[in-house]
Nanobody, 125 residues
């Protein structure tokens, strides 16, 4: 099975930037969808961004569009989430997810088979 490990989280002031990484190891897929989700305490897990590995097509939640960028590095089997202009409302645990066969509903967390352990992002005001 594919293992996903997130890194890059931390504490940052409002307006600052962070870059999250999600490294895949083990049995990797030649074609799959990868997504970033986040969850604050007591709240539902929400979609942040997704990317189709082969085509590079990207999708974003309205709340982060224009501020966050998802990208991939095929050689490193890694997906990134560049987060700029961070706001306190972005504070959450960020999770990387992957699914081999997902075509649509990339925004639905229940469609993803593999998940990372999460990395904490805290934005202070």
């Amino acid at each position: 099975q594919v293992q996903l490990v997130e890194s890059g989280g931390g504490l940052v002031q409002a307006g600052g930037s962070l870059r999250l990484s999600c490294a895949a190891s083990g049995r990797t897929f030649s074609a799959y969808t990868m997504g970033w989700f986040r969850q604050a305490p007591g709240k539902e897990r929400e979609f942040v961004a997704a990317i189709y590995w082969t085509s590079g097509s990207t999708y974003y939640a309205d709340s982060v569009k224009g501020r966050f960028t998802i990208s991939r590095d095929n050689a490193k089997n890694t997906v990134y989430l560049q987060m700029n202009s961070l706001k306190p409302e972005d504070t959450a645990v960020y999770y990387c997810a992957a699914d081999r066969f997902l075509v649509g509903r990339y925004w639905d967390s229940q469609e993803y088979d593999c998940w990372g352990q999460g990395t904490q992002v805290t934005v202070s005001s």
